[in-house]
């Protein structure tokens, strides 16, 4: 079998190979000859998306695109609702744990195009028949440039334009506990787009300089420069794996030890961290925090931030550790 590879065109039958198991490949006939949304054989919560865009199902016309930030417009089958079983499933579909595999043509006198996986974002809970969803393609830094760009909906994006929002350096912005009106048919992108170890890297440390830089105009606001000036840059001066990034001060003088998490993503991105971080922050909670930098532009060096303490990191229950690996021994 050949291999599944993002960004190169297969037809029905060649997906079916992959995800249909030992069940039956008809033409044009049965639910893989023709229906758009299968369950793979080898995990029910799993997924295959066929997306044909334009595609008229009965009295439904398909109103589906990808935006230019990889967001997928996307309605399930017309029959069903929003208590579907189908449908429940993928309003709490888990991207960490399960998989759905999207596939899309223009029209369907061509093959589809494999872009990959998607997370669920939000659904609309007000239509059904069909229900109406919007998903992130995970890879889309991977995809986007293989795709033909009329595919990519030339959707309006709110860019500030005043002078002062395209300076370089970061504002301060709120973390999602703190942001009113969000609708509870949303549960915000929570997972990290599949960049290139390049690109995060560069996206890292462009996140630590303007927090670098950030704190120190703190300091010099307090009228503490002094201390602005004393600011290390630990993560490059010593290396990685100190638990920390940034050794900076409180306006008493006393240590702030600050991890910096980078996305180019909202502030309801989740992020990682490593044992070593979590142990750190356990035994420094009083002076420990996480600078949370997001809707980070690598190109002018904006974005925003917000501070989360490790006391609240630690102790509220608003934030929820969730392993991602295990380590594995052999018994002794």
């Given at each position: 079998m050949e291999k599944l590879e993002l960004g190169m065109l297969y037809n029905r039958k060649q997906i079916h190979a992959f995800f249909g198991g030992n069940s039956t490949f008809t033409p044009g006939a049965g639910t893989w000859g023709l229906q758009g949304m299968l369950r793979t054989a080898d995990d029910r919560f799993s997924w295959v998306f066929f997306v044909t865009l334009g595609h008229k199902e009965g009295q439904h016309q398909f109103d589906e695109g990808i935006t230019e930030e990889g967001v997928l417009t996307w309605q399930s089958q017309p029959k069903l609702s929003l208590n579907s079983l189908d449908i429940q499933d993928l309003i709490h579909f888990d991207h960490?744990?399960?998989?759905?595999?999207?596939?899309?043509?223009?029209?369907?006198?061509?093959?589809?195009?494999?872009?990959?996986?998607?997370?669920?974002?939000?659904?609309?809970?007000?239509?059904?028949?069909?229900?109406?969803?919007?998903?992130?393609?995970?890879?889309?830094?991977?995809?986007?440039?293989?795709?033909?760009p009329s595919i990519i909906q030339n959707l309006p994006i709110n860019h500030t334009q005043d002078n002062e929002s395209r300076l370089p350096g970061l504002k301060s912005g709120q973390s999602p506990s703190q942001s009113k009106g969000r609708k509870q048919f949303s549960r915000k992108f929570s997972g990290n787009l599949n960049l290139d170890s390049s690109r995060q890297k560069l996206i890292g440390d462009i996140g630590e300089q303007l927090v670098v830089d950030f704190e120190k105009q703190r300091l010099v606001n307090e009228g503490l420069g002094h201390?602005?000036?004393?600011?290390?840059?630990?993560?490059?001066?010593?290396?990685?794996?100190?638990?920390?990034?940034?050794?900076?001060?409180?306006?008493?003088?006393?240590?702030?030890?600050?991890?910096?998490?980078t996305t180019t993503q909202s502030s309801s991105a989740c992020f990682y961290m490593s044992l070593n971080e979590l142990e750190f922050a356990k035994l420094h909670a009083s002076s420990y925090f996480i600078y949370r930098v997001y809707k980070l532009d690598e190109h002018t060096k904006t974005g925003l931030v917000f501070e989360i303490p490790g006391i609240q990191l630690l102790g509220n229950n608003l934030y929820h550790f969730e392993p991602t690996m295990f380590k594995v021994n052999l018994r002794s």
């Amino acid at each position: 079998m050949e291999k599944l590879e993002l960004g190169m065109l297969y037809n029905r039958k060649q997906i079916h190979a992959f995800f249909g198991g030992n069940s039956t490949f008809t033409p044009g006939a049965g639910t893989w000859g023709l229906q758009g949304m299968l369950r793979t054989a080898d995990d029910r919560f799993s997924w295959v998306f066929f997306v044909t865009l334009g595609h008229k199902e009965g009295q439904h016309q398909f109103d589906e695109g990808i935006t230019e930030e990889g967001v997928l417009t996307w309605q399930s089958q017309p029959k069903l609702s929003l208590n579907s079983l189908d449908i429940q499933d993928l309003i709490h579909f888990d991207h960490d744990k399960h998989n759905i595999y999207l596939f899309l043509r223009k029209n369907k006198k061509v093959d589809y195009q494999y872009l990959g996986h998607l997370s669920y974002l939000i659904h609309d809970i007000s239509r059904e028949k069909p229900v109406y969803f919007e998903w992130q393609l995970l890879d889309w830094a991977l995809v986007k440039d293989a795709l033909n760009p009329s595919i990519i909906q030339n959707l309006p994006i709110n860019h500030t334009q005043d002078n002062e929002s395209r300076l370089p350096g970061l504002k301060s912005g709120q973390s999602p506990s703190q942001s009113k009106g969000r609708k509870q048919f949303s549960r915000k992108f929570s997972g990290n787009l599949n960049l290139d170890s390049s690109r995060q890297k560069l996206i890292g440390d462009i996140g630590e300089q303007l927090v670098v830089d950030f704190e120190k105009q703190r300091l010099v606001n307090e009228g503490l420069g002094h201390l602005a000036q004393q600011i290390e840059h630990s993560s490059k001066l010593i290396g990685d794996g100190l638990g920390y990034d940034i050794k900076s001060f409180n306006t008493d003088g006393t240590y702030r030890y600050i991890e910096v998490k980078t996305t180019t993503q909202s502030s309801s991105a989740c992020f990682y961290m490593s044992l070593n971080e979590l142990e750190f922050a356990k035994l420094h909670a009083s002076s420990y925090f996480i600078y949370r930098v997001y809707k980070l532009d690598e190109h002018t060096k904006t974005g925003l931030v917000f501070e989360i303490p490790g006391i609240q990191l630690l102790g509220n229950n608003l934030y929820h550790f969730e392993p991602t690996m295990f380590k594995v021994n052999l018994r002794s």
